[in-house]
């Protein structure tokens, strides 16, 4: 596509690309296998000298299209798909960590990325050290060690809200030598594109707004191909020097400002196979489609919302980046004068007990685990996805006991609001 094409159109015409006679609609390649005429067609392919597809397990002609098309709208020069936002992000450093090697993660991030990093990858022998993302810059450079291979943050916090500095990150993590990797999930390319404030690799949960319809797990990893692997080669072996599982392939020669991409794709798709299913990369395409017109539904209700909560009188605190009050709203300015996303947290005067009262009386919204749909929907981390911590280990994560996660759809606002109005009433 044109780089001159603005993201309403990318998220229309982007990706697939049909030719005579071929179907103007992106097909599902419901297939685990491709043909092809002779041995050494399919020998090029495995020897890495020629792209084509061979088995599903690795790509996809549907998966390459959508990944395509998150690819043009976050501005990067390679994407992948994965079975899942956690395998994107284990994914991401994973291609570069190996073990004995440490990196560095915002302590704000959503909980199962917390978990992954935190205890599975260190049983992996990869370790992590978790700051606040609040910090000095003298406190985030104290974290780095010798071995440190990257920094990870996201651009809006699950549940917390923070909203990343990006471009203060990038900074401290550049001038180490390692790159910034950001989770974009909540804010979007529309709202978003980390790329223009430094950050090195993207990764998203598409399973929230760009699926936007709660029907696909799936998740994705963007290269900027701004980070100069050679010219820190001492420091990333696996991009740097042979891969003897693949003909002693040098992924940054090889491929240049590509290396990234290929080596998940070739190495850890072909070990591991968290492929997203076609079917699955089909539906988030169609919900990209329209992704440029939900978002700023989903920020123009959340504002309303969460400016009905803030003056209401059983509601203790609210925190949403577009309130002129929060702490993260002059960043939001900066990284996000269009909206930052449709999430909200709250909580109710009384603590923990109303909290759940209060979900219990909302009609409209769902309670459910997921978030960032065209549904309204809520939770209650302390009762649900973190009832396993004390108090003192939800504020030491970031999450209070008393906050309620709700996520506004793409609803008349005024209803959402008349379903939080009568709740409020009956606590």
């Known amino acids: 596509m044109s780089a001159n094409y603005r993201p309403e159109t990318i998220c229309i015409q982007s990706g697939w690309k049909p030719q005579k006679g071929e179907p103007r609609v992106l097909p599902i390649y419901q297939s685990t296998t491709y043909k092809y005429d002779n041995s050494d067609q399919m020998g090029r392919l495995f020897d890495l000298e020629e792209s084509g597809y061979f088995y599903t397990r690795l790509q996809n002609p549907t998966n390459d299209a959508v990944a395509s098309k998150i690819t043009e709208l976050e501005g990067g020069i390679a994407g992948m798909l994965t079975s899942s936002g956690q395998a994107a992000n284990y994914y991401a450093v994973f291609n570069i960590c190996e073990a004995g090697d440490h990196f560095i993660c915002s302590n704000s991030v959503y909980g199962g990325t917390f978990n ?3 205890t599975t990858m260190k049983k992996q022998g990869i370790s992590c050290t978790f700051i606040d993302p609040d910090a000095s810059d003298e406190e985030i450079e104290a974290a780095f060690l010798p071995n440190t291979k990257a920094v990870f943050a996201e651009t809006i916090s699950n549940p917390s809200l923070v909203v990343l500095d990006i471009e203060r990150f990038a900074a401290i993590a550049h001038k180490h030598g390692v790159p910034l990797i950001i989770d974009n999930t909540f804010a979007t390319p529309i709202n978003c594109r980390p790329f223009e ?126 309130l002129k009050s929060n702490k993260y709203h002059a960043l939001a300015e900066k990284y996000m004068p269009n909206g930052t996303c449709g999430v909200i947290s709250f909580g109710l005067r009384g603590g923990r007990d109303v909290s759940v009262a209060f979900m219990d009386k909302l009609k409209l919204a769902a309670i459910v685990t997921h978030v960032a749909d065209a549904r309204t929907c809520v939770l209650h981390p302390a009762s649900h996805t973190h009832r ?19 996520s506004v759809g793409i609803e008349h606002a005024e209803d959402i609001i008349t379903d939080l109005e009568q709740a409020l009433a009956a606590i």
């Open 388 to 406: 396993q911590m004390t108090d003192a280990q939800l504020i030491e994560a970031g999450v209070a006991p008393d906050l309620i996660r709700f």
């Open 197 to 322: 404030w430094g950050a090195d690799i993207v990764t998203h949960s598409t399973t929230k707004y760009m699926d936007g319809h709660a029907m696909s797990v799936g998740g994705a990893i963007i290269d900027s191909g701004n980070f100069d692997w050679m010219a820190h080669k001492d420091k990333f072996p696996g991009l740097t020097t042979p891969d003897e599982s693949y003909h002693g392939i040098i992924y940054a020669e090889k491929f240049g400002k590509m290396a990234f991409i290929q080596k998940a794709t070739a190495q850890l798709m072909r070990d591991l196979g968290s492929i997203q299913s076609p079917q699955n990369a089909f539906l988030l395409n169609v919900g990209l489609e329209t992704l440029h017109l939900r978002m700023p539904r989903h920020c123009e209700n959340a504002l309303k919302v969460s400016e009905y909560l803030e003056k209401h009188e059983k509601v203790a605190w609210v925190n949403y980046a577009g």
């Open 116 to 118: 992954l990093f935190g």
